[in-house]
């Protein structure tokens, strides 16, 4: 039987790297998600389109924008125009996703005409108005608890900017869901996830061809946050891939290596800009905070049944057979995570860095045949990636 993954599954665990790769609000995109979609089935809208046009609304603020706060990417005009604009050519090029293109496009557009694009009324999606009221109410709640006051002051938003920012019939189905007690109290953390799974759309299932061509959508969303390592999930999976394809791995098998080399790296969405651009040495502290981001990959790829395999290849790409490794300390490895661990040192030792000049392939293997002898990693794997590198580079 052919693996599937679920598309719901998919955007819920991307919004998390979406929200974090800017170190910003926190399941801005699952609040967005939830109002989208009910306020899509009491419209008549695309309940799917709001569900998952609402998780990944913000996908073009990450990567090159990733520098510029929530705020900053609703407020400023030209950030406003260059997220949606980004985001939509991001989803052009998604399986599955391609029809959210226009909606994200146009999420910022205002109902009389003022937005970055100029559409209005009947111009813009109905999605997009959606997704449009649904992002500001989240952008009011600003995480807090949602008093009566606050509920108020949301109110006051809404009918004042209702015909200007705001569709009048969007502004109305607001008032009729939120007239429920149950609205507000699905919007609390500790409820989100009980929320969304409520509203999901019908199941949609993805073959792993379509899920690594999202992987390396996203991973540009990783390695874009430094100028460092713009390509390195890119340089990565190529390496693996060529690795797997040379051992006679299957092609599922060698599709979930270059899955596993594609996101490796997306645990860095909670490592701040400074730190991965620091052109000296980190501190005890940064360092840290450096090391969290192997934790963070594996949580996140964990969250997507049918990924149990890439999420411990992935996530275990700075363990060690020897216990000195992160974040685990880990003394048992198998194969595919030590060719992952390797490669990965390999293409970063060849690859430039804030701190360093990149390294001869020479230095790169003298490198790692140092930490093959201290028990790192196994003789004989190293010796297979070895093999092909060699053969690679003569």
């Given at each position: 039987?052919?693996?599937?993954?679920?598309?719901?599954?998919?955007?819920?665990?991307?919004?998390?790297?979406?929200?974090?790769?800017?170190?910003?609000?926190?399941?801005?995109?699952?609040?967005?998600?939830?109002?989208?979609?009910?306020?899509?089935?009491?419209?008549?809208?695309?309940?799917?389109?709001?569900?998952?046009?609402?998780?990944?609304?913000?996908?073009?603020?990450?990567?090159?924008?990733?520098?510029?706060?929530?705020?900053?990417?609703?407020?400023?005009?030209?950030?406003?125009?260059?997220?949606?604009?980004?985001?939509?050519?991001?989803?052009?090029?998604?399986?599955?996703?391609?029809?959210?293109?226009?909606?994200?496009?146009f999420h910022h557009e205002h109902y009389n005409g003022t937005g970055p694009?100029?559409?209005?009324?009947?111009?813009?999606?109905?999605?997009?108005?959606?997704?449009?009221?649904?992002?500001?109410?989240?952008?009011?709640?600003?995480?807090?608890?949602?008093?009566?006051?606050?509920?108020?002051?949301?109110?006051?938003?809404?009918?004042?900017?209702?015909?200007?920012?705001?569709?009048?019939?969007?502004?109305?189905?607001?008032?009729?869901?939120?007239?429920?007690?149950?609205?507000?109290?699905?919007?609390?953390?500790?409820?989100?996830?009980?929320?969304?799974?409520?509203?999901?759309?019908?199941?949609?299932?993805?073959?792993?061809?379509?899920?690594?061509?999202?992987?390396?959508?996203?991973?540009?969303?990783?390695?874009?946050?430094?100028?460092?390592?713009?390509?390195?999930?890119?340089?990565?999976?190529?390496?693996?891939?060529?690795?797997?394809?040379?051992?006679g791995y299957d092609e599922l098998k060698t599709k979930?290596?270059?899955?596993?080399?594609?996101?490796?790296?997306?645990?860095?969405?909670?490592?701040?800009?400074?730190?991965?651009?620091?052109?000296?040495?980190?501190?005890?502290?940064?360092?840290?905070?450096?090391?969290?981001?192997?934790?963070?990959?594996?949580?996140?790829?964990?969250?997507?049944?049918?990924?149990?395999?890439?999420?411990?290849?992935?996530?275990?790409?700075?363990?060690?057979?020897?216990?000195?490794?992160?974040?685990?300390?880990?003394?048992?490895?198998?194969?595919?995570?030590?060719?992952?661990?390797?490669?990965?040192?390999?293409?970063?030792?060849?690859?430039?860095?804030?701190?360093?000049?990149?390294?001869?392939?020479?230095?790169?293997?003298?490198?790692?045949?140092?930490?093959?002898?201290?028990?790192?990693?196994?003789?004989?794997?190293?010796?297979?990636?070895?093999?092909?590198?060699?053969?690679?580079?003569?």
């Amino acid at each position: 039987m052919i693996q599937m993954l679920l598309l719901d599954e998919i955007c819920n665990a991307f919004s998390v790297i979406i929200d974090l790769a800017g170190e910003r609000t926190y399941e801005h995109s699952k609040r967005t998600a939830y109002i989208g979609a009910r306020l899509g089935e009491l419209l008549g809208a695309s309940t799917e389109a709001c569900f998952f046009g609402g998780l990944l609304h913000d996908i073009g603020a990450s990567g090159e924008l990733n520098i510029y706060g929530l705020r900053d990417i609703h407020s400023q005009r030209q950030l406003i125009y260059d997220h949606a604009e980004i985001g939509a050519n991001i989803l052009s090029d998604l399986p599955y996703l391609k029809s959210l293109s226009n909606i994200i496009k146009f999420h910022h557009e205002h109902y009389n005409g003022t937005g970055p694009f100029k559409l209005k009324h009947h111009e813009i999606p109905l999605e997009s108005k959606i997704i449009n009221l649904a992002d500001h109410l989240d952008l009011l709640l600003n995480g807090k608890n949602v008093s009566i006051n606050l509920r108020s002051e949301i109110f006051d938003w809404v009918l004042y900017n209702s015909g200007k920012i705001i569709c009048p019939k969007v502004k109305d189905a607001f008032f009729e869901i939120a007239k429920a007690e149950q609205f507000w109290l699905d919007l609390d953390a500790r409820n989100l996830d009980y929320s969304l799974n409520r509203v999901k759309p019908k199941p949609v299932y993805i073959s792993f061809t379509d899920f690594e061509k999202m992987a390396k959508a996203f991973s540009r969303i990783i390695d874009i946050k430094s100028k460092f390592t713009h390509q390195h999930s890119l340089n990565l999976h190529l390496l693996s891939h060529q690795v797997a394809t040379f051992l006679g791995y299957d092609e599922l098998k060698t599709k979930k290596i270059s899955i596993a080399a594609y996101l490796h790296d997306i645990g860095k969405v909670m490592v701040p800009s400074s730190i991965l651009e620091k052109p000296t040495s980190l501190t005890p502290k940064e360092y840290a905070i450096m090391r969290q981001h192997s934790y963070y990959t594996k949580k996140i790829l964990q969250q997507i049944n049918g990924l149990e395999d890439i999420a411990q290849w992935a996530g275990n790409h700075h363990e060690k057979l020897n216990g000195t490794g992160y974040p685990e300390g880990l003394t048992a490895l198998s194969e595919e995570e030590q060719l992952i661990a390797i490669a990965d040192i390999y293409a970063a030792l060849i690859e430039d860095r804030p701190y360093r000049k990149n390294m001869s392939h020479q230095q790169a293997v003298q490198i790692l045949k140092s930490m093959v002898s201290r028990g790192e990693f196994d003789q004989d794997i190293f010796s297979k990636f070895h093999n092909i590198i060699a053969e690679k580079t003569a």
